[in-house]
């Protein structure tokens, strides 16, 4: 009996997530040990034992949280966010100074050389708090009226906006893009009437065409400056604009190398191409030198099997705060991808996004394995799980 059980186990657990992290994670060693030494780093293979420490880590968190039956998450969930928030209100005073100067974002804590974003792990905490009150609020508001759909509204706001906050309080615009596509995600999953859904993403899209209009006229730019947007946020969008008006930058640089790379790559560890940050923010570069257009549409599809796979369970699932958590999770790697490779590209502007799981980092990595820990509990506790959790 106890084999069996074993078995039974191992049928809920979805190899078909897996295996494109693992693969993912496997790239990201691989492409870490060439930026590393392309760079001249010192000991390039003792850079990438520490990021594979980070998988280890990753992979013991996975193996942990997929066993969390869905009622802890749901108790546990308003204390992981609390305990969020006061960390992310601790970071404004405690910030790395060194890394602020470098990087112009007060998000790190340092002890010793020992570093954390806890950003990366916010962005579980929200999703978990926001599926948390969306799914207690559509329990309690069987019939949906635009009244209960503007409450639902505002509760969502009031877990978002003091997290958006604390961000732009920590100067990381890339990171609060994350947490909004979080919220958007969740929101148009809501079940919130299409009244109100369309008009919403109307005045999104002209609230983001604004900026970008006013971003690019001298007497916007001083606006801008006076509500506290740095130069360094206007270098990225003049870049962006005209990449090659400074061939030595880095989304000049990056797109030099992925262009150099052809179809298939000039080979493992052959680089002409000198990119700044090459480890973290534009490792896909490496990715498009070495292996070339085959090999970056590979890492592409990876990532779309990967999200398939997340749809796949979201869809099977029968929790709806399960379905939410999984929503949540599949927007934050989504917007990682498209942000990281499209800067990469040119055809974004440069935000500092990681590449999820092949980056350098350990904070985004572990962010990224527990997101993934959710999903494979979803199928893992698939024959147990309530239809609706009321706390």
């Known amino acids: 009996m106890k ?33 590393l030494y392309q760079a001249n780093a010192a000991e390039p293979l003792k850079g990438v034992l520490k990021q594979g420490g980070w998988y280890i880590v990753g992979v013991i968190a996975v193996a942990i949280i997929m066993r969390i039956q869905s009622k802890w998450l749901w108790r546990l969930t308003p204390y992981i966010y609390g305990a969020g928030l006061i960390v992310m209100t ?25 570093t954390v974003q806890p950003a990366e792990l916010m962005k579980i905490a929200m999703i978990l708090m926001l599926a948390l009150v969306v799914t207690q609020h559509n329990a309690n508001n069987r019939e949906r009226t635009l009244k209960t759909d503007g409450l639902l509204i505002a509760k969502m706001a009031a877990v978002t906006i003091p997290v958006l906050v604390l961000v732009l309080l920590q100067e990381d615009f890339g990171t609060m893009l994350v947490f909004l596509a979080i919220f958007g995600g969740i929101f148009l999953m809501s079940g919130i009437s299409w009244k109100i859904v369309v008009p919403t993403i109307g005045v999104f899209i002209l609230l983001g065409a604004l900026v970008i209009f006013v971003a690019l006229t001298d007497t916007g730019r001083e606006l801008l400056y006076q509500v506290g947007v740095k130069p360094h946020q206007f270098e990225r969008i003049d870049l962006w604009r005209n990449p090659f008006e400074d061939p030595q930058n880095q989304i000049a640089k990056a797109i030099m190398a992925i262009g150099s790379g052809g179809m298939f790559g000039k080979g493992f560890n052959v680089s ?65 991808v498209f942000e990281n490779i499209g800067a990469n590209i040119g055809l974004l502007p440069l935000t500092g996004i990681p590449l999820p799981f092949i980056s350098q980092g350990g904070s985004a990595l572990l962010s990224n394995m527990l997101g993934i820990g959710l999903v494979l509990s979803m199928r893992y506790h698939a024959e147990t799980a309530p239809k609706t959790l009321r706390g």
Request: charged share 15%.
């Open 3 to 35: 084999n069996k059980n074993v078995f039974k186990n191992d049928n809920r657990i979805d190899y078909g997530v897996i295996l494109p992290v693992f693969l993912l994670c496997l790239i990201g060693l691989l492409s870490l040990y060439v930026a």
């Open 272 to 336: 002409d191409v000198y990119v700044p940050v090459r480890e973290s923010d534009m490792i896909f570069s490496v990715i498009g030198e070495n292996f070339g257009f085959v090999g970056s549409t590979f890492v592409i599809l990876l990532y779309f099997i990967l999200i398939y796979r997340m749809i796949r369970i979201c869809f099977d699932t029968n929790n709806e705060f399960y379905a939410y958590i999984a929503t949540g999770i599949i927007m934050m790697i989504l917007f990682h």
């Open 90 to 114: 601790l970071l404004l005073k405690f910030y790395d100074h060194a890394i602020f100067e470098s990087t112009g974002s007060k998000n790190w804590f340092s002890i010793g050389s020992f």
